[in-house]
C-alpha cells in the first residue's frame, strides 16, 4: 500500500497523541473528572469493582414466567381480503379472478362494496391442494 505523506501512518498518530497528553499534563489535569473527587474514592471504587453485580429486580418464578404467547384463538370463520387472499395464495389477482371463473378458487362475497372470501372456504381449497412428490417416494 502506498502512503501520500507521512502523516498519514501510526507513527504520527502516536507522535500527535504524545503531544496531547503532554499539553493536558503541563495544565495540571490528566482527567475531565475533578481530582478531589478522586482523592478518597479510591477504597469506593474498588469496592464497586470487587462487588458481585447486583440482583436483577425481577425473578421468574412459576406465579411470574414469561412465556411465548399462544396463537390467538380460532375466531370462526373470518372474512379475508383481497390482499390477504394474494399473499396466501402466492399469485396475483388476474389469476384469482380465472381460478374462480374456472372453478378452481372459491368465489368472492361482497361486504361493504369489496371483495372477501371466507376463510373456511378458502382452509378448503388449500386443504384440497395436491401434495407435491418428492424424490424417493414411492409412484
Known sequence: ??????????A???VVAKKAADAKA????????????IEGNEQQLAD???????????????????????????LG?????KPEILDITGVSYPTIWAWMRAGRFPR?????GKSVWRSDEVDAWLSAL???KL?????
Not at 368472492?108 to 361493504?112: F, P, T, V
Open 77 to 81: 370463520v373470518r372474512l379475508l381480503s
Open 26 to 37: 503541563r495544565k495540571g489535569r490528566t482527567s475531565v473528572i475533578p481530582p478531589d473527587l
Open 135 to 139: 424424490k424417493g417416494d414411492a409412484s
Open 130 to 132: 395436491p401434495v407435491r
Open 1 to 10: 500500500m502506498r502512503r501520500t505523506s507521512p502523516s498519514e501512518g501510526p
Open 48 to 74: 464497586e469493582a470487587l462487588a458481585p453485580a447486583k440482583p436483577p429486580r425481577f425473578r421468574p418464578d412459576e406465579r411470574n414466567a414469561q412465556a411465548a404467547r399462544a396463537p390467538p384463538a380460532q
Open 12 to 14: 504520527a498518530q502516536v
Open 108 to 112: 368472492s362475497r361482497i361486504a361493504g
